[in-house]
């Protein structure tokens, strides 16, 4: 059974830092591309980051020099470190594996991907 299990999450003042891990089980995710979503309270979810089976990294323009996405094939895991953190960064974070398609700015779409994890809470104070 393919699990995706997000850890990491929690309370932070707004300027601080928190590192989000995905591990994966299941099936092999080395050759998948690895994506992180949010979403906030009354908003669609969105997307966070990416990062092909390269290493070749995809960021959302809010995040974009704070947070930065890396992988771990050999521990089966996906890390989203985020710096400087802001209260709208406040949502559930969620991360994804198995794109149903590629084209360009697929790793983006909420829609392509198969597989998600169940969320970890990240609350920014100010």
């Known amino acids: 059974q393919v699990q995706l299990v997000e850890s990491g999450g929690g309370l932070v003042q707004a300027g601080g830092s928190l590192r989000l891990s995905c591990a994966t089980s299941?099936?092999?995710?080395?050759?998948?591309?690895m994506g992180w979503f949010r979403q906030a309270p009354g908003k669609e979810r969105e997307f966070v980051a990416a990062?092909?089976?390269?290493?070749?990294?995809y960021y959302a323009d809010n995040v974009k020099g704070r947070f930065t996405i890396s992988r771990d094939n050999g521990k089966n895991t996906v890390y989203l470190q985020m710096s400087s953190l802001k209260p709208e960064d406040t949502a559930v974070y969620y991360c994804?594996?198995?794109?149903?398609?590629?084209?360009?700015?697929?790793?983006?779409?909420?829609?392509?991907?198969?597989?998600w994890g169940q969320g970890t809470q990240v609350t920014v104070s100010s």
């Open positions: 994804a594996a198995n794109l149903k398609a590629l084209y360009s700015g697929s790793y983006s779409r909420v829609y392509n991907y198969r597989d």
């Open positions: 299941g099936r092999t995710f080395a050759r998948d591309t």
């Open positions: 990062i092909s089976w390269s290493g070749v990294t």
